[in-house]
């Protein structure tokens, strides 16, 4: 989505108010049990921003070992059909002349030629079908209570564009990133030019909210 310059993508994060999160503790990231190549290196980029953010991820930063807190995640492609029209204006234009002939008075007054041109406008109405490509990309984390029962803690979504997706993809991510253990539901910049300005403001608003 652009929003006057920047281009933006839409977040909904949602944070368990009774399961209080600590940034500190190590995270595993579960690629499932037949991760596509696709996954691995999501998986990788993923656990790369996580680092930068000042998070422990088990196998990455940390010794491979039992966590408390349990990330797995998903992408899916989705497209939907969209409508829509505009008007748009022609015009004929038509040319008439009038003579009017001299006459003989005080000497000779030669005859005059009048011209008028008329315009006509004409609306139309044009039709037309496209296809929206988008990616959302969902992050579930979960953590081990003591029951030894995993609780889901966190839950971030994104939806943007395909485009905007394989142009901005680490800053779209980062953005998600920045939002767990927050609450959040709205856009945010992703635009690489300006996302170090205006996404970290952004992000600061939220979570000043809490």
Not at 2 to 23: H, N, R, V
Not at 127 to 139: H, L, N, P, W
């Amino acid at each position: 989505m652009l929003s006057g310059c920047a281009t933006t993508a839409y977040y909904s994060t949602e944070q368990d108010p009774q399961i209080a999160f600590d940034k500190q503790e190590p995270i595993t990231i579960f690629l499932g049990r037949n991760p596509s190549i696709s996954d691995k290196k999501f998986g990788l980029l993923l656990g790369e921003l996580m680092i930068e953010e000042g998070f422990s991820i088990n196998g990455f930063n940390t010794e491979s070992k039992q966590t408390p807190y349990a990330l797995v995640f998903d992408i899916e492609t989705k497209s939907s059909q969209y409508t829509g029209s505009y008007n748009y204006t022609t015009y004929n234009y038509s040319t008439q002349s009038t003579y009017i002939p001299g006459a003989f008075g005080n000497g000779y007054n030669p005859g005059t030629t009048i011209t008028t041109t008329t315009q006509t406008p004409t609306t139309h109405t044009q039709f037309y079908t496209g296809t929206y490509v988008y990616k959302i990309i969902r992050i579930y984390v979960f953590f081990k209570n003591t029951k030894n029962e995993m609780e889901q803690l966190w839950y971030g979504g994104v939806s943007v564009g395909a485009s905007a997706y394989s142009q901005y993809e680490k800053n779209t991510i980062r953005n998600l990133v920045k939002l767990i253990g927050q609450n959040h539901k709205g856009d945010l910049v992703i635009s690489k030019d300006i996302w170090q300005k205006d996404a970290e403001s952004s992000l600061d608003s939220v979570w000043n909210e809490e």
